[in-house]
C-alpha cells in the first residue's frame, strides 16, 4: 500500500521548499539583480560566481544569486552553455507578487523598466480577486502585482 505524502514528503524522501530559478543571458545576470532590487525592492541573499574560462573568453562573473522579496526567495541565473536550463526552453512562468499598493509597485517596476501589459485592474478571477497589474520585465519574465480582494465573512 503506498504511503500518504505529507507536505512533499513521500517514501522516505522530504522536499523542504521550492525555489523558483529565472535564468537570464549570462552577460544580463548583473542587470537583472539590479532591476530586480530597483522594480520590487529585492534584497540579496547571497551569489556565487563563476571561475571558469572558456577558451580564452572569460565568463562573465555573476553565476546566480539568490533575491528574496517579502518572505519569498528566488535564484537570478546566467544562462551559459552547461546551465541546467537549455537554450530556447521557456516555460510559462508567473511570479506574483502580493502589496498593499498595486499603482505604486506597478509604477515603480515600470520606472525600472518593465513593461505594463494592459491597465490596472479589478479583476475577479486573480485567484480570490482583487487589484491586478501584468507587467513583463526586461529579461522576458511575466510578473502579476496583485492585491488581493478584501475577505468578507458570508452568513450560513
Given at each position: 500500500m503506498a504511503e500518504e505524502a505529507t507536505n512533499g514528503a513521500s517514501s522516505g524522501v522530504?522536499?523542504?521548499g521550492v525555489l523558483v530559478q529565472v535564468s537570464v543571458p549570462a552577460t544580463k545576470a548583473e542587470e537583472a539583480v539590479t532591476f530586480y532590487k530597483a522594480a520590487f525592492g529585492a534584497e540579496e541573499v547571497r551569489r556565487s560566481s563563476c571561475s571558469k574560462r572558456k577558451a580564452d573568453q572569460e565568463q562573465p562573473a555573476l553565476h546566480c544569486a539568490e533575491l528574496k522579496i517579502g518572505g519569498s526567495s528566488?535564484?537570478?541565473c546566467g544562462q551559459?552553455?552547461?546551465s541546467t536550463v537549455a537554450?530556447?526552453?521557456v516555460a510559462p512562468?508567473?511570479?506574483r507578487v502580493q502589496v498593499d499598493d498595486?499603482?505604486?509597485a506597478v509604477s515603480k517596476a515600470v520606472q525600472a523598466g518593465a513593461q505594463l501589459q494592459g491597465e490596472i485592474s479589478e479583476d475577479e478571477a486573480a485567484?480570490?480577486?482583487g487589484t491586478l497589474g501584468k507587467l513583463v520585465d526586461p529579461f522576458g519574465?511575466?510578473?502579476a502585482v496583485i492585491a488581493p480582494a478584501k475577505v468578507t465573512e458570508v452568513e450560513a
Open positions: 522530504a522536499i523542504s528566488f535564484l537570478i551559459i552553455e552547461d537554450k530556447g526552453e512562468v508567473l511570479i498595486v499603482e505604486g485567484c480570490g480577486g519574465v511575466s510578473w
